[in-house]
């Protein structure tokens, strides 16, 4: 049989197997990206049009749900900004940070060691961690019913030369009669954090000479009540200006007993 005999008994069904796969192409359009939408789309309360159009990629979303909504609030966030002039500011302590820190005598001690437990000691903390949080205070990122009308009574420069004033002030002296045994789980969140709570080591930040933000406090030889208070305040979301919500995740994760033990640890610790 010659092949152009042979081609023309073959062409009936090469038409029938084109118009199969045609009609198996056309189903599975009209039923993935018209039916199968539309009947998603009514059980999940949307019009056909729009189904449809998130079937085909135009608008967002599955037509099988609706679109989820966020009720997430904008959270206030530090407004602070670094520069090399700022941070060589609050390198150099001057007679203008001792006058601004007579306000502050009251709270934080005149040598910025707190009387009060529930303050903080300002002594031993770095002039950027000070800055930070004075600046937050003025801003509003962080708050407190005293501090933030002190802060915004302050300018820019009274900040900086108050910061730089407490940050060269010797920190506060420990009795190393006073401190407890510490349990071998705290010294472990300390060093090591807990890899299996996605818990980082404490001292990878607030360590010295620690490799985390420059801002980052220091808590060795700071008040045990006020290191307690804050853990508390990042756990409940009452303290909000941490960057990029760190301190909330941490704390989020600690329980009752190792906030006081942490708070502890490093109010009587020497070493840390």
Known sequence: MKPAELREIDRPWRIWASIIIVSILAFS????????????GRAAGLDAFTAICRAVGILPGSPAVRQPT??????????????????RSLGQSTPAGAEVAQACVACHGERGIAADPQNPNLAGQSGVAIYKQLHDYKSGSRVHEVMNGIAQGLDGRQIIDVAAHFAASPRRDLDPTTAEVVDEDIVRLVERGDP??????CNSCHGFNAGGPMETPTLSHQNREYLARQLHAFRSDGRRNDIYTRMRSVAAKLTDREIDKLANFYATTLSY
């Open 29 to 40: 359009v009209v039923f993935g990206f018209l039916i199968l939408p539309i009947v998603q």
């Open 70 to 87: 966020s009720e997430a609030k904008a959270q206030p966030t530090t407004q602070v900004a670094w520069s090399t002039d700022l941070i």
């Open 196 to 201: 299996a709570r996605g818990l980082p080591a």
